[in-house]
């Protein structure tokens, strides 16, 4: 079964740190997604980045990078020089193959609220 | 980006009704449509997956019964919960899954159910 768990339910930061938000998975499929989201106090889950199982190249995007280790199974996101604005609840996730061929059934983590003071 | 509408965006029922949640893809087309919900505090747990024109599959512990789905075409699904109780308050977003060749997917910004 797959599985994703954030080991962090709460970091507390203030504003210009560096944070790390963690991610570990589980999965049995050797094709597979790993996603990033963001959600405000909105509700609306802002989509922050999509990899595949076989692009192990470390990503950045502005203050947001992410690191992907296979051999850890793990997907980390750190946020460099926070801001107040990052303050949000932040999923990671895992797509798993559905219907044989399809993907899109997403499995979360249990969240991570970021606070970010300043 | 895909744009994905949700209605209501919040609705407050008594329990005992019945409750309709549109989700429409604006720009593309859906075969696939997701269903997930979040209650308090949690995180988005799926209920149910369906294709268009067909019977939805619903994910272990989600009432088939309770929780009708209709994906009657490639932009509209309806979730409707039915006899809504406080217990099925939460927030449900819907997830479109595109046509494209290319893996697309995309969230609605979701509807807060509220049952009193």
């Known amino acids: 079964a797959q599985k994703v768990t954030q080991a962090q339910t709460e970091i507390s930061v203030v504003e210009k740190e560096d944070v790390t938000l963690d991610c570990v998975y589980e999965?049995?499929?050797?094709?597979?997604?790993l996603f990033w989201y963001k959600q405000p106090p909105s509700g609306e889950l802002v989509f922050l980045i999509r990899?595949?199982?076989?692009?192990?190249q470390n990503e950045i995007s502005g203050r947001y990078s992410w690191n992907f280790q296979k051999s850890t199974s793990s997907f980390n996101f750190t946020i460099t020089a926070s801001q107040v604005v990052d303050s949000a609840v932040y999923f990671c996730?895992?797509?798993?193959?559905?219907?044989?061929?399809?993907?899109?059934?997403?499995?979360f983590g249990q969240g991570t609220i970021l606070t970010v003071h300043p | 980006g895909a744009v994905v509408s949700q209605h209501p965006s919040w609705v407050i029922c008594k329990s005992g009704t019945s409750v309709k949640i549109e989700c429409r893809s604006l720009?593309?087309?859906?075969?696939?449509m997701f269903w997930y919900r979040q209650f308090p505090k949690q995180s988005l747990m799926l209920m149910a997956t369906?294709?268009?024109?067909?019977?939805?599959?619903?994910e272990q512990g989600v009432e088939k019964d309770k929780f009708l789905i209709n994906h009657a075409s490639l932009t509209l699904s309806t979730l409707t919960v039915t006899s809504a109780h406080p217990e099925d308050s939460s927030f449900y977003i819907c997830?479109?899954?595109?046509?494209?060749?290319?893996?697309?997917?995309?969230f609605g910004p979701g509807t807060r159910l509220t049952v009193t």
């Open positions: 996730a895992l797509s798993e193959r559905w219907g044989g061929t399809s993907y899109g059934k997403l499995t």
């Open positions: 999965t049995r499929d050797t094709t597979y997604y």
């Open positions: 990899r595949n199982s076989f692009d192990e």
């Open positions: 720009d593309f087309q859906a075969t696939t």
């Open positions: 369906s294709n268009e024109g067909s019977k939805a599959t619903y």
């Open positions: 997830s479109p899954l595109g046509t494209l060749a290319s893996y697309e997917q995309y």
